[in-house]
């Protein structure tokens, strides 16, 4: 965790910062695939150190390993928890029987939820920023091309998305519900600990070629930096009138 959280503040997380993939773990892939999209959200690491020390957010948990590794923003349940394949891409080291796929998740995504539970439930912030990264391009469908530069994630709480695809159009990016997928979709970690506990929240996609180098980086915590405190306001207005 970065940062030191607030009661009241702002929580960043971020399911897929890691690259990491422990020694003992032999995933079966080509090392420079830890790199690519599938493996990590680029630039997410780097956005979120920079919006703790400028104080935008109060603190940010931040997943610890490769989304190859366990994808932390799939229900316990979903069958890409740990993905055999990824965008073309055969993850064989992956192909684990029932006793050592319980061990990895109990090794790496229970407490990883257990532990951002336990962070909620002690220090209850206002609003939740959840931080991923996308290719503009997937291997798989060379032919569907994402046309953002920011896609905004939602499942049943749109408020703070209502709010903020508006204001980011307005200050110059191309913006909207993120596309081919959604938070409809893919929104677990959001649906369990922000809808689950009616804390608002904005879930924030960058695309990773702006935002995995480090101008780009800085060009989004530019703008995401204002855009949290705006968000703060709306939401501590509210709260304020009931």
């Not at 919006?51 to 349940?77: F, I, K, P, Y």
């Not at 159009?169 to 922000?194: E, F, K």
């Amino acid at each position: 965790m970065l940062g030191r959280p607030l009661p009241g503040g702002i929580l960043l997380v971020a399911d897929h910062a890691s690259a990491h993939v422990p020694k003992d773990i032999n995933l079966g892939i080509a090392p420079a695939l830890l790199q690519d999209h599938i493996a990590v959200d680029r630039g997410v690491a780097a956005v979120a150190t920079l919006l703790v020390g400028r104080g935008a957010v109060d603190a940010a948990w931040l997943g610890a390993v490769s989304r190859l590794v366990v994808d932390c923003n799939r229900d316990v349940q979903a069958p890409g928890i740990i993905p055999i394949a990824s965008d073309g891409h055969a993850i064989p080291g992956n192909l684990l029987d029932h006793d050592a796929h319980e061990q990895r998740l109990a090794r790496y995504y229970h407490p990883y939820h257990e532990g951002l539970a336990s962070l909620i439930a002690e220090c209850r912030p206002s609003m939740i920023l959840s931080l991923h990264s996308f290719t503009s391009k997937l291997a798989s469908h060379p032919d569907e091309q994402r046309p953002w530069e920011i896609g905004i994630l939602y499942n049943e709480d749109s408020r703070l998305a209502r709010f903020a695809i508006p204001w980011l159009t307005a200050a110059g990016w191309q913006v909207g519900d993120q596309q081919p997928y959604s938070g409809r979709l893919l929104n677990h970690t959001m649906n369990l600990h922000a809808e689950g506990n009616g804390i608002p929240y904005l879930g924030v996609e960058m695309r990773q070629d702006i935002a995995g180098v480090p101008a780009g980086a800085v060009r989004f915590a530019d703008t995401l930096a204002p855009l949290l405190q705006e968000c703060l306001a709306q939401v501590t207005a509210v709260g304020s009138t009931r």
